[in-house]
C-alpha cells in the first residue's frame, strides 16, 4: 500500500506563500494535489507526472507552480498570492494509470488565509 505524507499547511495572510509537501513511499506516475472547502466540492489543484508534464486547475493557474523531485518520490505545491478563497483542506493524490493502478489519498491538511 502506497504511503503519503503531506506537510506545510498552516496560517498565512492574505497575499502571503505557502508551500505544501507530499512524499510518496513509492515511485509514482502522478502525483497531485486537490482541495476541498467547507461546503464545497474537492476539486483540482494542479497534477505532474513523473516526466514533469503539470496540469492546473483553473483556481491555481497562474498562482500555483507544482513541481516534484523523483528522487524522493515527493511533490511539491508553491502557492502565491493566496487569498481568503483559498482557505481549505489540501489533499495530495498518488496515482498510477496503468495496471496494477493505484488511486491514493493523503491524509489532508489545513490551509488558511485569513488576516
Known amino acids: 500500500q502506497v504511503q503519503l505524507v503531506e506537510s506545510g499547511g498552516g496560517l498565512v495572510q492574505p497575499g502571503g506563500s505557502l508551500r505544501l509537501s507530499c512524499k510518496a513511499s513509492?515511485?509514482?506516475?502522478?502525483m497531485g494535489w486537490y482541495r476541498q472547502a467547507p461546503g464545497k466540492q474537492r476539486e483540482l489543484v494542479a497534477t505532474?507526472?513523473?516526466?514533469?508534464?503539470?496540469k492546473y486547475g483553473d483556481s491555481a493557474e497562474g498562482r500555483f507552480t507544482i513541481s516534484r523531485d523523483n528522487r524522493v518520490n515527493t511533490a511539491y505545491l508553491e502557492m502565491d498570492s493566496l487569498q481568503p478563497e483559498d482557505t481549505a483542506v489540501y489533499y495530495c493524490r498518488a496515482q498510477r494509470p496503468y495496471t496494477p493502478t493505484i488511486n491514493v489519498w493523503g491524509q489532508g491538511t489545513q490551509v488558511t488565509v485569513s488576516s
Open positions: 505532474i507526472t513523473s516526466g514533469g508534464t503539470a
Open positions: 513509492i515511485s509514482i506516475h502522478t
